[in-house]
C-alpha cells in the first residue's frame, strides 16, 4: 500500500511552529517532543487515515498525545491534507474558517 502524501495548509504550518517554539520557551527540548509526538500522529494517520472519527462534514480530528492539541485533517484519495494543528481550548469556527 502506497502512504498518502502528507500536506499542510499555510496555516497549520504556522499553528504548529508557533506550538514548538512556545514550549522551547517552557522548556528546552519540550518542542522537540512536540514535533515528535506530531510526527507520530502524522504517521498514524499515514496508516490509517480513516481510524478518526469526522467531526465536521469530510473533516477528521486525530489528539496528538501528551500535548492539548489535535490535528484537524481530510483526506483525499492522493494525499492527507493538515488543516489545523489545533489547541483544545480555541474555539472550532477559527478552523472552519478555513475549509
Do not use: C
Not at 499555510?10 to 517532543?33: H, M, P, R, S
Not at 472519527?53 to 492539548?68: C, E, G, H, L, W
Not at 489535535?70 to 492527507?80: C, G, M
Amino acid at each position: 500500500m502506497v502512504s498518502l502524501v502528507i500536506e499542510f495548509t499555510f496555516a497549520a504550518e504556522v499553528e504548529a511552529l508557533q506550538a514548538f517554539l512556545w514550549y522551547e520557551t517552557i522548556k528546552k527540548g519540550l518542542g522537540e517532543d512536540f514535533k515528535a509526538s506530531v510526527d507520530l500522529k502524522i504517521e498514524l494517520l499515514q496508516q490509517n487515515p480513516q481510524a478518526y472519527s469526522f467531526i465536521y462534514k469530510d473533516i477528521r480530528s486525530a489528539k496528538i498525545k501528551t500535548f492539548p492539541y489535535k490535528l484537524i485533517y481530510r483526506v483525499f484519495e492522493t494525499k492527507i491534507q493538515i488543516i489545523a494543528i489545533f489547541h483544545h481550548s480555541r474555539n472550532p469556527k477559527e478552523w472552519r474558517k478555513r475549509i
